[in-house]
């Protein structure tokens, strides 16, 4: 007699599978994109409590914090939940903001501060820089065509219901 998933305790259950990211988004190109801005912001972060430049500690926490919550966002669909955020412009935004901060701290870094500590979180976050960079333009390329498809589809409605509306009137004279 077989049992069914229902019965058998050690079956995944369905409500704990809906925290787990998918696996297609892990695999995909913006899934490893935020893993590894994620994975050098801890780095960056953890350098920057070793060094003497530890005024820079609140950039890579903070990148850290938001590439984890645009994962979440990202893997768990909330972003097709959502729709009063507009995901892809604030990914956008955060990528441009943070690729500009960390080439300007990775300047800072590397050029005043003499610790090794400094350096390598200067060159970590250049290497960021590069990965928030690409995130950037790859984010630009999906608003566009979001907004190409948004302006070529709203252009013929607002035609259709004049032309409605003109008809109706009509046809009530």
Same mark, same amino acid.
């Not at 892990?26 to 801890?42: E, P």
């Not at 953890?46 to 950039?59: D, K, Q, R």
């Not at 995130?135 to 004049?162: H, V």
């Given at each position: 007699? $077989? %049992?069914?998933?229902?019965?058998?305790?050690?079956?995944?259950? @369905?409500?704990?599978?809906?925290?787990? @990211?998918? %696996?297609?988004?892990?695999?995909?190109?913006?899934?490893?994109?935020?893993?590894?801005?994620?994975?050098?912001? #801890?780095?960056?972060?953890?350098?920057?409590?070793?060094? $003497? +430049? +530890?005024?820079?500690?609140?950039? @890579?926490?903070?990148?850290?914090?938001?590439?984890?919550? #645009?994962?979440?966002?990202?893997?768990?669909?909330?972003?097709?939940?959502?729709?009063?955020?507009?995901?892809?412009?604030?990914?956008?935004?955060?990528?441009?903001?943070?690729?500009?901060?960390?080439?300007?701290?990775?300047?800072?870094?590397?050029?005043?501060?003499?610790?090794?500590?400094?350096?390598?979180?200067?060159?970590?976050? #250049?290497?960021?820089?590069?990965?928030?960079?690409?995130? #950037?333009?790859?984010?630009?390329? $999906?608003?566009?065509?979001?907004?190409?498809?948004?302006?070529?589809?709203?252009?013929? $409605? @607002? %035609?259709?219901?004049?032309?409605?509306?003109?008809?109706?009137?009509?046809?009530?004279?």
């Amino acid at each position: 007699m $077989e %049992r069914s998933s229902a019965e058998d305790p050690e079956a995944p259950q @369905p409500g704990a599978r809906l925290l787990l @990211p998918a %696996r297609e988004f892990l695999r995909s190109r913006k899934g490893l994109i935020l893993v590894a801005q994620a994975v050098l912001s #801890f780095i960056i972060f953890i350098c920057y409590i070793a060094s $003497e +430049a +530890a005024s820079f500690l609140m950039v @890579p926490l903070l990148t850290l914090l938001l590439a984890l919550g #645009f994962f979440c966002a990202y893997s768990l669909k909330l972003n097709e939940k959502f729709k009063a955020i507009y995901w892809l412009l604030a990914d956008f935004l955060c990528c441009l903001v943070a690729a500009i901060i960390f080439f300007a701290i990775s300047i800072a870094a590397v050029s005043k501060y003499p610790d090794k500590a400094s350096k390598t979180a200067g060159v970590f976050g #250049f290497i960021a820089t590069v990965t928030y960079a690409i995130s #950037f333009y790859l984010t630009f390329n $999906e608003l566009m065509i979001f907004l190409k498809q948004g302006d070529s589809s709203d252009a013929p $409605e @607002p %035609r259709k219901s004049e032309e409605n509306y003109s008809n109706s009137d009509s046809d009530s004279d």
